[in-house]
Structures are given as structure tokens and as C-alpha cells.
Nanobody, 120 residues
């Protein structure tokens, strides 16, 4: 299962960006989808996740500013980011896990990363 992320860019502090991630492949079912980020010198960290049923989870640092959503029919996940801060600058990665091959095996896939830069 392949993931393709898009939507990163340069934005001023206080601005907004929307990230998108599309999953593709054959015969797969997605369980959880999420967004992670990694800033230079830091470990990759969870930003937000969403289950197939729509249950969401957010890092404390983004609660109230970021919103994760998904379109199960289109196999896409989105991250709406508002009130961006310079400390949100990072490479953002989408992630998805689930089953493929008619349920015979699990997958855990990562997108290629998209850079978000927030200037002060």
C-alpha cells in the first residue's frame, strides 16, 4: 500500500495549511490513519490519528489548532492546521495501517513526507 502526501509549504505564523494523503494499492482495508512530524534533531512524533470509525487523538501541542479527518471512500486522510507556530516547522508524514490480500496480511505504510515551514 502506497501513501502520497501533499500540501506542505511555507506559511507565516498564525496562518493555515491543509495536508492531504492518499492511499493506493490493491485489495486493502485501512484501520488507523495518522500524521507524524519530525523536526531537525528531533524524533518523529505523533501529531494526530484517526480510526476507521472516526475516533481522533491529538498531541497536546496541537489540540485546538489542528483537525484530522478522513474520507474512507477515497482512502484519504487530511490534516487541517490553523494558528501555525514556528515550532510546528517539520517534515510531516502520513501513516496508515490495516489489512491487505483479503485479510491475509497486515500493512503499515508511510508517505514520503511533506515539509511545513512556519516563519515568525
Amino acid at each position: 500500500v502506497q501513501l502520497q502526501a501533499s500540501g506542505g509549504g511555507l506559511v507565516q505564523a498564525g496562518g493555515s495549511l491543509r495536508l492531504s494523503c492518499a492511499a493506493s494499492g490493491t485489495t486493502f482495508t485501512i484501520d488507523d490513519m495518522g500524521w507524524y512530524r519530525q523536526a531537525p534533531g528531533n524524533k518523529r512524533e505523533l501529531v494526530a490519528s484517526i480510526s476507521s470509525g472516526g475516533r481522533t487523538n491529538y498531541a497536546d501541542s496541537v489540540k485546538g489548532r489542528f483537525t484530522i479527518s478522513r474520507d474512507n471512500a477515497k482512502k484519504k486522510v487530511y490534516l487541517q492546521m490553523t494558528s501555525l507556530k514556528p515550532e510546528d516547522t517539520a517534515v510531516y508524514y502520513c501513516n496508515a495501517d490495516g489489512f491487505r490480500d483479503m485479510g491475509l496480511s497486515r500493512f503499515d505504510s508511510w508517505g514520503q513526507g511533506t515539509l511545513v515551514t512556519v516563519s515568525s
